[in-house]
């Protein structure tokens, strides 16, 4: 697969056009109600029923309901890269040191109380928000609890999750926080968008509660010796998938282009300085906004760039949203994207071949590969008439990265005992990507596997085990 894919079409189909619009509604609904929606009825439903704008009282930058105080907490500044210098739209986060995360081990002002018979752990997702999400993960969430306190429980306990709805949103993510930090957690996981991470990454810290989270960028663990993330970071992906289009793509002396989203900047500066530096061009760097309800104009401005490469840095709806729409304005580059963004089946179930040969990055393996064969295994055990998919295998491998960590801790199990194990710890397993944590670094993967989008068949296709380069 080299050299570039992108072409034009003439002729847009009356689905494409009417398929934007019904999507937007649909995912807004969603995003407004937290409804969770039959996975068929939703995928009907997409070229029948109109709509557009924004979710009821949704305004970005706006306070929460209840008034909170507007959350940020992102990499700002204008960012220097080879050529110029890129915009940034929100404040830097306010924490020095090392990016990697430190710590001295001890923890003294951790609490070293032993747990009782039931191990909570919060869970903070965009329920709603990120994509439309007519999924059942919060099946395997209960397979997986069901399976643990059945078959595998921590040292005699049982386990407890709790699930928030974090609204894919920094100001309903900290609340979703606030939620779970309330109800007196082990621990808490967050897989969603940068600035949530990094608010619910400061109170958690403030209460003394250990945090996993999905990897972003390396600024938000500064100085956070009780936060960790699960995946590769942002900033790497960033620098990974740019030397995949130089090195497999044939991209030297061709025109790349990003369209990020106002919090996800790591990213975008490592695609833009390693395509510079490898002898690409970058043809164009357009910021966007959470749930923005038109790209006709981003389009526009590709096509007029001549990217043949355009880096997708940002979630679900709006990846669905941005290529279909480019598709009917009959332009098909080669789509990229990083781990955890928008490498799930759910989202080429919707774009289909508007994102046919899209590449991303991902931090578990394809749900068709060996290396999900025991998770569905088990879900099939516990949940005989459903079928898993690879949002649960999402959760599989945060809840077992969960376990192993659990089990590392010992019997005598407290939020310091887990902070300190997890100054040391690894996890390899054939459903996630290999994980070493040291006290001085936190980030603990630099590994991906790659797939490739499969527009006919609507799903994403493993083209290569994990690696850390190309």
């Given amino acids: 697969m080299c050299g570039s894919r992108m ?38 439903s ?35 890269v080879p050529g110029g210098s890129l915009p940034t739209s929100t404040a830097a986060p306010t924490t020095t040191g090392s990016p990697t995360g430190s710590g001295s081990g001890s923890f003294s002002n951790v609490s070293s109380a032993v747990i009782g018979n ?34 595998q429980r921590p040292h005699g306990r049982t386990i407890e999750f709790i699930v928030a709805d974090d609204g894919y949103d920094a100001q309903k993510g900290l609340a979703a926080c606030k939620k779970i930090a309330g109800s007196n957690p082990l621990l808490a996981v967050g897989h969603t968008m940068p600035a949530a991470q990094d608010a619910c990454a400061r109170l958690f810290g403030e209460r003394g509660i250990p945090y996993f989270m999905r990897g972003t960028y ?13 995946t590769v970071s942002d900033d790497r992906q960033g620098r990974m998938l740019a030397e995949y289009v130089l090195k497999r793509l ?39 906004v959470p749930r923005q309800p038109d790209y006709a104009a981003t389009v526009q401005k590709l096509m007029d760039a001549g990217a ?32 955890t963004w928008w490498n799930y089946n759910m989202v080429l179930e919707s774009a289909g071949m508007a994102l046919d040969g899209a590449i991303v990055l991902s931090p578990w393996p394809s749900i068709d ?7 569905k295994r088990v879900y099939k055990k516990y949940r005989p008439d459903k079928e898993p998919d690879d949002i649960g295998l999402v959760m599989w491998g945060w809840t077992n990265l969960i376990h192993e960590a659990l089990a590392k801790a010992g019997p005598n199990l407290s939020r310091r005992a887990l902070a300190q194990a997890l100054q040391t710890f690894r996890f390899n397993k054939p459903y996630w990507l290999p994980i070493a944590y040291t006290p001085s670094d936190h980030i603990g993967a630099d ?22 380069g190309f």
């Avoid at 390396?218 to 699960?230: A, D, K, V």
């Avoid at 527009?455 to 690696?467: H, K, P």
């Fill in 7 to 44: 072409h034009r079409r003439g002729l847009r189909s009356r689905t494409v056009r009417r398929a934007v619009p019904a999507l937007l509604a649909i995912a807004l609904a969603t995003t407004a109600c937290g409804t969770r929606v039959d996975r068929e009825e939703f995928y009907r």
């Fill in 46 to 80: 997409l070229a029948s029923q109109p709509g557009t704008g924004q979710a009821p009282g949704q305004q970005p930058g706006g306070a929460a309901p209840g008034g909170e105080t507007p959350v940020s907490g992102v990499p700002g500044g204008p960012t220097q």
């Fill in 118 to 151: 039931t191990i909570r752990i919060g869970f903070h997702l965009p329920e709603t928000g990120a994509a439309p999400l007519p999924t059942d993960y919060r099946d395997t969430i209960n397979a997986v609890t069901e399976y643990f306190n059945a078959e």
């Fill in 218 to 230: 390396p600024e938000i663990l500064r100085n956070r010796s009780l936060s960790w993330f699960g």
């Fill in 250 to 288: 044939g991209g030297v002396g061709r025109k790349s282009a990003v369209v990020f989203q106002n919090d996800q900047v790591s990213a975008r500066d490592n695609f833009v300085a390693t395509i510079k530096a490898g002898g690409g061009k970058i043809a164009a760097v357009e910021e966007s």
């Fill in 308 to 339: 043949e490469y355009v880096l997708l840095s940002m979630p679900p709806v709006d990846a669905i949203k941005l290529s279909v729409q480019a598709q009917g304005q009959g332009y098909h580059p080669q789509w990229l994207g990083g781990g």
């Fill in 369 to 375: 590969s060996a290396g999900a064969d025991e998770f």
């Fill in 447 to 468: 590994s991906v596997a790659v797939f490739r989008a499969d527009g006919q068949a609507r799903r994403w296709r493993q083209i290569s085990g994990f690696t850390s």
